[in-house]
């Protein structure tokens, strides 16, 4: 998909708007933060967050980006009592 945009100033800074075809075929949405890069003179601009979900007026992050690499907590005993039964940990 391809489309044009001129830039514009904005503030003390210069943008440009992102059609809506394009920012629905990436998930970019009001709110989306994302990455920009260069590379042999092109401008590449990703969602930073990897996609996200809209609901209504809301953008919730993937909830598999937002949790990789989490590692949960150990179970471990407590030491507040001996056991009672046949638990297992």
């Known amino acids: 998909m391809e489309a044009t945009a001129t830039v514009a100033r904005w503030g003390n800074s210069e943008g440009i708007r992102i059609p809506r075809e394009i920012r629905e075929a990436t998930g970019i949405h009001e709110g989306t933060t994302v990455s920009l890069e260069t590379r ?47 638990e297992e940990l």
């Not at 969602?47 to 150990?74: C, V």
């Open 40 to 86: 042999d003179g092109a401008i590449i601009i990703r969602p930073a967050t990897g996609a996200a979900r809209r609901i209504g007026r809301y953008t919730l992050p993937d909830l598999d980006a937002l949790f990789a690499g989490y590692q949960a907590p150990q179970a471990t005993e407590d030491g507040f009592a001996a056991p009672a039964g046949r």
